[in-house]
């Protein structure tokens, strides 16, 4: 693969892991760029921002707003998505989802802009329990997925209104 002596000659400590020693020294460092990555992933902090505007689509009523996300990490990440499931009361009443790239940088935060669209079925259901049992609080809950830099990483919000 190499001449003979020349592993030797630029670097010594891959001398003694043989012939493969930059093979092996690449594929490591691959790996802790990975390693790194979703570590990173997993110390993101995500909490509600705000409403910006509502509207009627094909689907019914749709919200955008959106969440803040901070990254207590020194890698800059990028969000690629986020898909998720809202919930009243333990009742779906809606999805959220953006797909749009949003840049974090290390130690610091950015807003990602959402689109929540609601079922309108989930949310009389949730209206009619609501009256029947006399019970107007509302727990909310965001039950989901982020890809931060092609790494998994599940998103769960939980707020009470009223």
Do not use: W
């Not at 919200?63 to 901070?70: E, F, L």
């Not at 049992?133 to 599940?154: M, P, W």
């Amino acid at each position: 693969m190499f001449p003979r002596g020349t592993i030797r000659y630029f670097c010594p400590y891959l001398y003694f892991m043989g012939e493969y020693g930059p093979i092996l020294l690449i594929l490591g460092s691959i790996g802790l760029y990975f390693y790194t990555q979703s570590k990173a992933a997993g110390n993101l902090v995500f909490f509600p921002g705000t409403i910006t505007a509502m509207d009627f689509e094909n689907t019914g009523p749709v919200a955008y707003g959106t969440i803040i996300v901070q990254n207590t990490s020194n890698a800059t990440l990028s969000i690629n998505s986020i898909a998720a499931n809202v919930f009243t009361n333990g009742q779906l009443i809606g999805n959220l989802s953006e797909f749009g790239e949003v840049l974090i940088p290390g130690n610091g935060q950015a807003q990602i802009p959402v689109k929540i669209t609601f079922q309108l079925l989930g949310i009389v259901n949730d209206i009619v329990q609501a009256f029947k049992t006399g019970h107007f609080k509302q727990d909310l809950s965001i039950e989901g997925y982020v890809n931060a830099g092609g790494v998994q990483a599940e998103l769960k919000l939980t707020y009470k209104v009223g």
